[in-house]
């Protein structure tokens, strides 16, 4: 009897062990036969930006290509997509990637709802991380609130390793393809993705960066990080396989360290559903933020790059043109939104989620969390970054911002984090600073104040 393998963030047939799953049963069936499903809400899809529309269109034409073009598409509602194609396939079980996010699980007990009234079993294995979330708990048996522990123990979890697409099947198309959704918006740039492309990307990475990744991932003038978030998200590549190739220099060390920030976070959602909109420390909700017509003059500003802080703007449009922000530069762009604009984080991890080609409704929501302060962040203190001081740091020649806002090409060096301190600094129109950072901080800390006392 034929199997159905449901394609969801696991676009790839490498260390695909779900798929793995649904070879095997096919061909302890007999038939041998597979069908590869992708089922695409097309409203949700035109939602989407032009840069997050013609990602997922790059990555199903990729995959499409290493299944000889028999990957189905079908659009609609997904249950009723993925049970038309397994009753077309006489199908008895469809498999698939277990999901943790909010999203993924309401999807997956929808689909296994909708099948189940057809007497179609739905069988979910793995997960998209080394180790699924849930796994890793306190020896008192609740979740980790705090990154660094989380690690000793998800390190101590292991994982197993990766392993290659099992062979002895054929793929099938039971019913007709819908062919990709059609990008209804513009992409504002050249994308490329897909399993091939992820795994060349590892590649030069490795020959690249990765053996002095301690040091540079921190530039953000500088290629110094592996740029698999995109393939990540979309399970391009699956992390077992990085993982398997780290070794214990301090290069490697470090890297699996910000592939177990992703697992960490997965985790943190997995047991507060809530937290992609909601706050984790729920006495930030009472923060007093602001709102009306000059916050929301503000927030244009933060969204096109256009603040008068050099390494903010280059942030922005870096998100803007690329679809892609450097992390250091994320967390600057999001401090500077809570803490010198005083605009709630959801604000921006929604601005983030429509551009960014990476998105991933965990690492996002945390990340704009740990940055706002009411996350995962175990610091004693609230953290402020001085976006400037953030800028000599993180792009000491310069070369970042330049690259990002034409209008400051003309200074050189470092001087560009300071463009107003030169005569000619703003005379290609880049503005003066919207805010003064120094008293925008003490307004930050003394709102911070403010609900300590509350609370
Ligand atoms: C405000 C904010 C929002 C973010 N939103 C997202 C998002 O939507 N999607 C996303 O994948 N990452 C997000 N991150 C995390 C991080 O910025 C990106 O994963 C990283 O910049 C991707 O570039 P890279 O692949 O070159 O990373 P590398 O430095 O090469 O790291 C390798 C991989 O580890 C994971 N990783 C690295 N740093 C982090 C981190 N701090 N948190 C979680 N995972 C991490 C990513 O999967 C990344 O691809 C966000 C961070 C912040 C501060």
Known sequence: ??????????????DNVALNAAIDGAIADGDKKVCGLYAVNLKKFEALSGARQWSLHASLDSLGA????????????????????????????????????????????????????????????????????????????TPYRVYTPFFNNWFKAGWSAPVKLHKGFEWFEP???????????????????????ALRTWERFKQRALFNYDELRNRADLSGTSHLSHALAFGEI??????????????????????AWREFY?????????????????????????????????????????????MVD??????????????????????????????????????FEENLTDFDPASNAHGWQWTAGCGTDASPYYRIFNPIMQGYKFDPDGNFVRKFVPELAHIEGKDVHEPWLWV????????????????????????????????
């Not at 598409?73 to 006489?90: K, Y």
């Not at 009472?286 to 244009?300: L, P, Q």
């Open 238 to 259: 699956h992390p077992r396989t990085l993982l398997a190739e780290l070794s214990d220099s301090d290069g490697h060390n470090v890297y699996r360290k910000e592939i």
């Open 175 to 197: 019913i007709q393809c819908q062919g990709k959704p059609v990008p209804t918006k513009e992409a504002p740039f050249p994308i490329k993705a897909g399993e091939a492309y």
């Open 1 to 14: 009897m034929a199997r159905v393998f449901w394609f969801r963030r696991d676009l790839r047939l490498q």
């Open 266 to 310: 997965a985790d943190v959602l997995l047991h507060n559903p809530d937290t992609t909109n909601e706050y984790y420390e729920p006495r930030f909700k009472s923060m007093r933020y602001d709102s009306g017509k000059t916050a929301e003059k503000k927030f244009e500003a933060w969204k096109t790059g256009n603040t008068g802080f050099p």
């Open 66 to 141: 290493s299944m000889d073009r028999k990957l189905v598409i079908q659009h609609g509602e997904v249950p009723n997509s993925v049970s038309q194609t397994a009753l077309a396939a006489g199908a008895k079980f469809v498999h698939a990637t277990r999901a943790f996010d909010p999203d993924g699980i309401a999807d997956q007990n929808a689909v296994g709802l909708e099948l189940k009234k057809h007497d179609i079993f739905l069988q979910l294995d793995d997960s998209y991380y080394a180790v699924a979330p849930g796994t890793v708990r306190k020896p008192d048996g």
């Open 424 to 455: 000619d600094g703003l005379a290609n129109g880049y503005p003066a600073p919207i805010v003064d950072h120094s008293i925008e901080r003490e307004e930050s800390l003394k709102r911070l104040e403010e609900i300590k006392v509350k609370n």
């Open 314 to 351: 280059a942030g922005m449009r870096q998100l803007l043109t690329t679809g892609w922000v450097h992390n250091r530069v994320r967390m600057i762009v999001a401090s500077f939104l809570v803490k010198d604009l005083h605009l709630e984080w959801q604000l921006g991890a929604q601005w």
